[in-house]
């Protein structure tokens, strides 16, 4: 199943790292002359930072290091701004001890009379 809490984290981390490497990528871009090249340094910045960031500040390990780096680079706080308040816990969405069911599919058994 899905694990939306580690989604959310990732994403949080993401939003932290895309500050740091957008602020680099500013200072730095002048060495670039073709916006082709810029993209590529982009995210080879973002994949190094990425996972130097993630094993040095969090507990997250390489493979979702990755993810977070990719995430940066693609634009993190978009995707959470997008998602925010979606995200629930699987938990959540199956501890409900009830079920709403509308009042025309309630079928009546018996008579009322």
């Known amino acids: 199943m899905l694990n939306l809490s580690l ?3 990732m994403l949080v981390v993401a939003i932290a790292l895309s500050t740091v490497t957008c602020a ?3 200072k730095t ?3 670039f002359p073709c916006s082709s090249c810029l993209v590529i340094y982009n995210f080879v910045v973002n994949l190094v ?3 130097l960031f993630c094993t040095t500040f969090t507990s997250v390990d390489f493979p979702n290091s990755l993810w977070v780096s990719f995430f940066s680079f ?3 706080d978009t995707i959470y701004k997008a998602l925010e ?3 629930k816990d699987y938990s959540s ?3 409900n001890d009830y079920i709403a069911v509308k009042k025309s599919n309630i079928i009546s058994v018996g ?3």
């Open 93 to 95: 969405l199956v501890s």
């Open 85 to 87: 308040g979606k995200l």
């Open 29 to 31: 871009k002048k060495f």
């Open 7 to 9: 989604l959310q984290q």
């Open 74 to 76: 693609i634009g993190a």
């Open 24 to 26: 680099f990528i500013q």
């Open 49 to 51: 930072v990425g996972v």
């Open 111 to 113: 008579s009322d009379n």
